[in-house]
């Protein structure tokens, strides 16, 4: 079965951490980009980060740079989202989603919603005291 699957998320206090992880299964990741996007109650659907097909290039929202860290394990065939000094607006559902490599959608024009086709079902993150 070709699917992604989110898996990491839960309820962690302001400051916190979490990774998120984006396991593939029925296609290999190696030749597509993994982006991860996150939707708040009421708000549209966001990017957060995004990595390569080769790993060499990464984009990350203003909001989350220097907090966020995105790196994939090819031989896992996953992608993981590594989240520190989390705030409470970073509460969402994320989700993790895949474009071809063939493109260049990890960047700062590129990484858009319409370029990902294939999308997992999202992991809640919840920061709150």
């Known amino acids: 079965q070709v699917q992604l699957v989110e898996s990491g998320g839960g309820l962690v206090q302001p400051g916190g951490s979490l990774t998120l992880s984006c396991a593939a299964s029925?296609?290999?990741?190696?030749?597509?980009?993994v982006g991860w996007f996150r939707q708040a109650p009421g708000k549209e659907r966001e990017r957060v980060s995004c990595i390569s097909s080769g790993g060499s290039r990464t984009y990350y929202a203003d909001s989350v740079k220097g907090r966020f860290t995105i790196s994939g394990d090819r031989g896992k065939n996953t992608v993981s989202l590594q989240m520190n000094s989390l705030k409470v607006e970073d509460t969402a559902v994320y989700y993790c989603?895949?474009?071809?490599?063939?493109?260049?959608?990890?960047?700062?024009?590129?990484?858009?919603?319409?370029?990902?086709?294939?999308w997992g079902q999202g992991t809640q993150v919840t920061v709150s005291s």
């Open positions: 989603a895949t474009a071809s490599a063939g493109e260049n959608y990890c960047s700062a024009y590129g990484f858009l919603r319409r370029n990902f086709g294939r």
């Open positions: 029925g296609f290999t990741l190696d030749y597509y980009v």
